[in-house]
């Protein structure tokens, strides 16, 4: 089979006979529309990524080592950009998914969907893809450690960093809203944690999504979450990588 | 008056097309005469304002006053202490929810708003609900997006006091119908409950004299009515504004400050804590001129009711278009229009129609509620302004039926 590179080649190739944006749309909007829907039963709010403009439902199964998607969009366009990036990834290794780049879209003028300002959920869905990849790298098996809580604590930490605001594409604790993580031997997580803003609407959302990724972690038997404001959450509190994903250094 | 002429933004074009600006609900365009006294102020009167006793600072403190007196008198409020200057709506619903509730909400109160409501005026109200242990109560709106003022007064008998403020839209920034809201105020009043009116979309298209409507307070946005950002009005009743305690503390807002006691500065300054956007507040003297200009143009408004009417008329037309806010009287709609179409999705159209040069607004539009109400998670607006013309809207209907057959 072709390589992400071959393969975003192609679709390079495919828009170069497109001579403006009419006939560009007119394009993604037939992809969008032969694009094999998610089933029904995964269009569930696990698989739901959420903007402001336009929802966007993503699944991913692993076979014989190599990813498979499945994905949706209430929006058409939006869809057809998804089908572009799914043509690209679909049937890969997740070792090769994550060291691919978007760069391709760049190419043939859809750069501007991808900036986060357009709240379509793309950004958050090619996060959502890539953390899909390094979930489900073949891991080398860790030598167990003697600190139960300790290990169950790091397990915590990777679960929030699966954790994402659904309009900005770094997740919670890189972004640095966990304030504070207690994880004891007998499985009582306590965690405290802020938002960006204190009026965010979506904030039970956040909250209930750091309960639920903590509650799964093998091991946890109880999760509490607090909220706080205090101190107040600024932009400092992100981690280096944050700052340069979101292009602040 | 070359309305056209007065706005510079107008001149531009979008991916070589010309710019049709119709998301006039989100932000206007701001006329020559703003934008030139923004930029002479930075250089004429830019020092604080009510501290220093020098020149430039009393040049800067006049400007700021002569913003105040001009939204004043706009509204026709009955002195300079009703007029607090803000950040904008959301900034002056806060202050209000904040203040108000502080000294009037208890445990087991309601505060009573409409279903028809901008997020900046929900949320600040769920938050002094939960600070003080009260509930928010919903008055819906029907199929057409009216409120029932018979309704209003069933709920406010119903409630026998518990009801501590009434808080609702002048013109809801969906539906586009003007709320009858001198009559809701007079039902309210009945009953014993104050009420606070966005006018974030009405100061814009209706008149409003606060005195005649009798409200306790109206809010607005500068920059939505031709003045910067930044910029917001807190209209408060004399005696809510003395009763409510001071929003923040700093610079400016107090009268004495000891370690053991500070006392505040009268108003309207107790609420301005730290300084001000005077620049911003200034060029409501420009701005507000320029609407009154165009309020008093009867070509204007002969031109807004056409454009209005047209696309009344011409938007139904198109196969599976819904428009949602369709008041029985066609004079309490303003040129707004919030739409769904069958078979395309508002973010799609949206982003065809950009391709097009019209600027056009979809999502969810911070009235998640009231979408809910109707159905739909996301909606289609255009919304106009006096500078907008009947050819912009005409092309606009031919440029939405070509991106709907793009789509389906």
């Known amino acids: 089979m072709k390589t992400i590179q071959e393969l975003q080649a192609d679709i390079v190739d495919e828009f170069s006979v497109f001579t403006d944006w009419m006939d560009k749309y007119e394009y993604l909007i037939e992809l969008g529309k032969g694009m094999p829907l998610i089933d029904e039963k995964d269009k569930t709010d696990d698989h739901l990524i959420r903007g402001c403009q336009s929802r966007v439902w993503l699944s991913c199964r692993k076979e014989d080592g190599r990813l498979h998607f499945a994905a949706d969009s209430d929006a058409i366009i939006t869809k057809g950009i998804i089908s572009l990036l799914l043509k690209v990834y679909d049937g890969q290794t997740p070792e090769d998914i994550l060291a691919a780049d978007e760069g391709f879209l760049e190419q043939i003028g859809l750069k501007e969907n991808l900036s986060p300002t357009r709240a379509n959920g793309l950004v958050s869905m090619i996060q959502t893809i890539k953390d899909y990849a390094a979930n489900l790298r073949e891991k080398p098996a860790e030598a167990p450690r003697a600190d139960a809580s300790r290990d169950l604590q790091d397990d915590v930490i990777a679960a929030l960093r699966n954790v994402y605001d659904p309009e900005i594409p770094v997740n919670v604790y890189e972004l640095g809203l966990i304030y504070e993580i207690q994880a004891e031997p007998d499985g009582q997580v306590f965690i405290k944690m802020t938002l960006t803003a204190p009026n965010c609407p979506i904030a039970d959302e956040v909250v209930a999504q750091v309960q639920e990724a903590v509650a799964d972690v093998p091991g946890v038997k109880d999760v509490q979450v607090e909220l706080v404001f205090e101190p107040e959450w600024t932009v400092d509190r992100m981690s280096e990588e944050a700052k340069l994903e979101l292009g602040m250094l | ?408």
Request: glycine content about 8%; proline content about 6%.
């Open chain 2, 1 to 408: 008056m070359d309305i056209r002429n007065e706005f510079p933004a107008l001149e531009q074009q979008a991916y070589g097309r010309p710019l049709v600006y119709f998301d006039n609900a989100a932000t206007s365009q701001r006329p020559r005469s703003v934008l030139e006294m923004q930029q002479r102020l930075g250089v004429e009167a830019n020092a604080n304002v009510h501290r220093a006793i020098h020149y430039l600072s009393g040049e800067a403190t006049e400007r700021y006053e002569a913003g105040r007196e001009a939204v004043r008198a706009f509204i026709n409020a009955p002195a300079r202490e009703n007029i607090v200057l803000t950040s904008g709506t959301t900034a002056s619903v806060n202050l209000v929810a904040t203040c108000f509730c502080a000294r009037y909400l208890r445990a087991g109160d309601r505060i009573l708003i409409s279903e028809a409501e901008h997020h900046s005026n929900i949320v600040p109200w769920q938050l002094a609900c939960e600070r003080h242990g009260a509930s928010l109560e919903v008055l819906p709106v029907d199929e057409a997006g009216e409120l029932s003022v018979e309704e209003l007064e069933r709920r406010l008998s119903a409630a026998e006091g518990c009801i501590k403020l009434l808080a609702v839209t002048h013109i809801s920034n969906i539906l586009g119908i003007v709320n009858p809201v001198a009559e809701i105020v007079a039902v309210a009043h009945k009953h014993g409950v104050p009420v606070l009116v966005d006018g974030a979309q009405g100061i814009v298209h209706a008149p409003v004299d606060v005195q005649a409507l009798d409200s306790d307070f109206y809010v607005f946005s500068g920059h939505k009515i031709y003045a910067p950002t930044g910029t917001g009005v807190l209209y408060g009743k004399r005696e809510w504004l003395e009763a409510m305690p001071p929003y923040m503390g700093g610079g400016e807002m107090v009268d004495t400050v000891t370690f053991e006691k500070t006392t505040y500065a009268p108003l309207p300054l107790k609420f301005e804590a730290g300084t001000p956007n005077f620049t911003g507040a200034a060029c409501f003297v420009p701005a507000l001129e320029c609407a009154r200009a165009i309020g008093e143009d009867p070509a204007l408004q002969d031109a807004q009711r056409a454009m209005r009417d047209y696309l009344l008329e011409e938007l139904p037309k198109i196969d599976g278009l819904r428009l949602y806010g369709t008041p029985r009287e066609k004079a309490h709609k303003i040129p707004l229009f919030s739409f769904t179409v069958e078979g395309a999705f508002p973010a799609d159209l949206a982003q065809i129609l950009d391709k097009m040069g019209f600027a056009v607004r979809s999502g969810h539009m911070c009235a998640e509620p009231l979408l809910r109400r109707f159905g739909q998670t996301s909606m289609l607006r255009a919304s106009l302004a006096p500078y907008n013309t009947l050819a912009e809207c005409e092309a606009f209907v031919k440029a939405l039926r070509r991106a709907v057959n793009m789509l389906r």
